[in-house]
């Protein structure tokens, strides 16, 4: 496997303060300044690596897959997790897209709901809990309260890599992407930077737990506080990747795009199957479909009640000896 950036420079203890990220000036506080043309900015380098070039093609290869699966997709009382007269969860399946499954709920409600509407999205390869509401002033309430991070999310993922020396770690980084560009990692210094295309480096936040390393679960369960890291400027390091099978439990503290894949690719351990994010492809002779990462539970205050719901879905086959 090839090797992965891995950049931990600034590793801070819990007992020490953060400084708190840089944010740069806005892009029109930028043009109002003459001496300083918007032509030439400095643009922000990021620090995790691009995807490889063995990856386009498979990626292509598993949109057409999936573009079948989703048309033949059929769910059942089955994927139900939960179903009151306002939303539902489903355990959405690896490898279809998240409009499949909006569009099959119809076939499954117990009501006659004909408005529904999305509350939350995974990965075409990501399975798990997946919100669907059955009115738009739910969905509002909903897509607020994930804006807003009041609902907390926890996902577990299969990683191959060196066996981590942490228990329980939260990254800080800046996430982003030029245009035309895939999404990468940036300096949490670089939050509020511009970016060529014109979008911004915004922040990304997530906290890690290791489950278990080649089968064995992590005993050390005892509370204690999160380690944190500060990603910093300058080239990442490159460093050898090991084999070490690593299952984490990730709880993303804001919403990006690809954020626990990303920070996973960052910390050397990136998700297997994840090519983009230079995850393995191929483990025991075998060809991986898709990453494996899942959607485990989210935690809430339900829209119209308020009262506390978590929604739970049963852990994939490659997770259940280890959750």
Request: with cysteine.
């Amino acid at each position: 496997m090839s090797a992965s950036p891995l950049l931990l420079r600034n590793l801070f203890s819990a007992n020490k303060i953060l400084i708190k990220p840089y944010f740069a000036n806005s892009v029109k506080a930028m043009e109002a300044r003459h001496d300083l043309p918007i032509t030439s900015l400095d643009y922000p380098k990021p620090i995790s690596a691009p995807p490889p070039p063995i990856s386009k093609d498979i990626e292509l290869k598993r949109a057409i897959e999936a573009s079948s699966n989703s048309s033949l997709l059929n769910l059942t009382r089955d994927y139900v997790l939960y179903e009151d007269e306002w939303l539902m969860a489903v355990n959405k399946p690896k490898g279809v897209y998240c409009e499949s499954v909006l569009s099959s709920a119809p076939k499954i409600i117990v009501d006659s709901s004909n408005e529904f509407h999305l509350a939350n999205r995974l990965d075409r390869d990501t399975s798990g809990v997946m919100l669907i509401t059955k009115s738009h002033k739910v969905a509002a309430k909903l897509v607020k309260a994930f804006t807003e991070h009041k609902i907390r999310k926890s996902y577990i993922a299969l990683s191959i890599g060196p066996s981590p020396n942490w228990s329980k770690i939260t990254v800080k980084s800046g996430h982003g992407r030029s245009k035309h560009g895939a999404w990468r990692v940036y300096a949490a210094l670089d939050v509020g930077r511009v970016l060529p295309g014109g979008s911004f480096v915004r922040d990304m936040e997530t906290t890690f737990e290791v489950v278990s390393v080649n089968g064995e679960k992590n005993t050390n369960t005892e509370p204690s506080e999160s380690e944190s890291i500060i990603v910093v400027e300058g080239e990442p390091e490159l460093s050898c990747v090991g084999d070490d099978v690593v299952v984490v439990r990730a709880f993303p503290q804001s919403g990006r795009t690809h954020q626990i894949r990303l920070h996973c690719q960052y910390l050397g351990i990136p998700i297997r199957g994840d090519v983009k994010y230079h995850g393995m492809y191929e483990w025991n002779g075998r060809a991986s479909e898709g990453h494996e990462l899942h959607a485990e539970s989210l935690s809430l205050d339900h829209p119209v009640t308020g009262d506390p719901l978590v929604i739970q879905a049963p852990p994939p086959c490659w997770a259940a000896g280890d959750v």
